[in-house]
């Protein structure tokens, strides 16, 4: 009884088996190969005993003859694919993502940089009416420039005019 119970399994599994592969071939070796994918190309049609329902091995690609330049038709034909304009559409999201970014820090910069020529032009304003200018030291204290410290810091301020006021 028990032998007969493992002689149906051991026969269901190798029927399961059949069913769910697409493709039956014979192989190099004389052995039937059971597969979802389809024979390699070096098997003959004689030898393909099963394939997918709506399939005709003649339309498989085939590896071109030696000394053959032309691939494949099926090779070389687009195959279809509803990811293709999905991942498209990702890319140039993302790609016009990246350019907004881009121009907003530029933006960003612009406006900075108009800031601190606004900023220079002004101080440079106030050095060159000849009024004496005071900073605050370390301790809190107001001390004026001397004639060195102001033509080093409207110097300084030149600078950041060329560079910044174009």
Same mark, same amino acid.
């Given at each position: ?43 003959? &049609? /004689? @030898? ?9 091995? $003649?339309? *498989? +690609?085939? =590896? ?42 530029? &933006? /960003? @910069? ?9 900023? $220079?032009? *002004? +101080?440079? =304003? ?41």
């Amino acid at each position: 009884m028990k032998l007969k119970r493992t002689v149906i399994l051991g026969v269901l599994c190798v029927a399961s088996m059949a069913a769910m592969a697409q493709w039956q071939w014979i192989g190099q070796d004389g052995r039937k190969v059971f597969s979802d994918r389809p024979p390699p190309s070096d098997i003959p &049609e /004689k @030898n393909i005993l099963k394939q997918p329902a709506g399939r005709n091995v $003649a339309t *498989q +690609a085939t =590896a071109p003859a030696e000394g053959s330049s032309t691939p494949a038709t099926a090779a070389s034909a687009p195959r279809p694919s509803g990811k293709d304009k999905e991942l498209e559409e990702k890319k140039k999201q993302a790609e016009q993502a990246d350019a907004d970014k881009k121009k907003a820090e530029e &933006e /960003k @910069n612009k406006k900075a940089k108009a800031e601190n020529c606004a900023r $220079a032009q *002004q +101080a440079k =304003a106030a050095f060159d009416s000849g009024v004496r200018i005071a900073t605050t030291n370390k301790n809190g204290e107001r001390e004026y420039m001397d004639d060195a410290t102001r033509a080093s810091e409207l110097k300084r301020l030149q600078g950041i005019i060329q560079s910044d006021c174009k």
